[in-house]
């Protein structure tokens, strides 16, 4: 089991024990409680750890390899997808999760590779900021991995609570009009970041930096603000969803200029109309359980 960090979210220390981590974050991700390991530790074939039914490819089948590490290289995703396209029966989806920290350059790296390279499925890297930000949304699952992971010391009331949590929303990924977003990672990033904030505490900046720990929405007392917090995150985990729905059926997407470091993007009316809306709803929500709470999209 990880050890308690006040740092950071403890990580797994060993590759059996993300193993276990990433086939209960998949069975969130994809929807699908039947994702299971791929047989043993030797017996994998296609280079594919983890197998499900995500419930949007319509009985179709994806994969993901798992990489308990931090040394991340695109050659060793790129490795893991040429092995993955000789998997029996074929896959829709391929997604490399690490326990790594979120990489930009690194994910339009793979963006261009995937282009490149016409692949038969769509390909993603999973990070553990997006791993842990879906999992701590669960007790269970937090105490089945972090059992002991520390919470703050000090108790806070509720109304010191959520004015702590609302820095959370006060950011460019939530005040911005849509169209003016200058990073698509980073605007997913954000999301994640905020859903992680709400469960876990766990606050970091839009480069990643860690701003200490907060309670999370479990500890608050009042059960209409708990009520209230669980439908912001709700509405929080449907937002990233539906941007991810979006890029894959390409009304949000890269320019096509093939440049790993290029921010710009290109997007559809009404990907932005959509965007623009439901962040609208979930800064609403939260409003409601926080009423001085005055963030909104286009400020």
């Known amino acids: 089991m990880p050890s308690p960090s006040t740092s950071k979210w403890p990580k797994p220390r060993s590759e059996d024990e993300f193993e276990q981590i990433s086939v209960d974050f998949l069975r969130i991700r994809w929807n699908d409680r039947h994702a299971a390991l791929n047989g043993r530790r030797g017996q994998r074939q296609g280079g594919v750890d983890i197998l499900g039914k995500p419930s949007w490819l319509n009985g179709k089948t994806a994969g993901a390899q798992c990489k308990n ?5 695109l050659k060793m995703f790129t490795g893991d997808i040429e092995n993955a396209k000789a998997f029996p029966g074929g896959l829709s989806e391929f997604l490399v999760l690490t326990s790594g920290d979120r990489d930009a350059r690194l994910q339009a790296e793979l963006r261009l590779y995937s282009r490149n390279d016409a692949l038969p499925f769509r390909a993603e890297i999973v990070f553990w900021d997006d791993i842990i930000a879906d999992l701590a949304a669960d007790e269970a699952l937090i105490a089945k991995h972090w059992k002991g992971f520390p919470r703050p010391a000090k108790k806070l009331g509720d ?68 009520k209230g917090l669980k439908q912001t995150e709700s509405a929080l985990v449907g937002l990233r969803s539906k941007f991810d729905e979006l890029v894959r059926a390409k009304e949000i997407r890269p320019c096509g200029c093939d440049k790993p470091e290029c921010s710009m993007h290109e997007m559809t ?22 009423p001085e709470f005055d963030v909104h999209v286009g400020r």
């Open 269 to 290: 009316a009404s990907a932005i109309r959509e965007m623009d809306v439901r962040r609208q709803e979930v800064l609403d929500l939260f409003r409601r359980v926080h």
């Open 159 to 226: 109304v010191e609570t959520l004015r702590l949590m609302a820095a959370a929303f006060d950011r460019p990924a939530f005040t911005t009009p849509f169209h003016g977003e200058s990073s698509l990672a980073d605007f997913k990033a954000a999301l994640t970041d905020t859903i992680m904030a709400l469960n876990t505490g766990v606050r970091k900046t839009r480069d990643g930096v860690a701003l200490g720990r907060i309670p999370s929405r479990h500890e608050l007392k009042s059960a209409a603000a708990m």
């Open 69 to 73: 590490t931090n040394a991340l290289k």
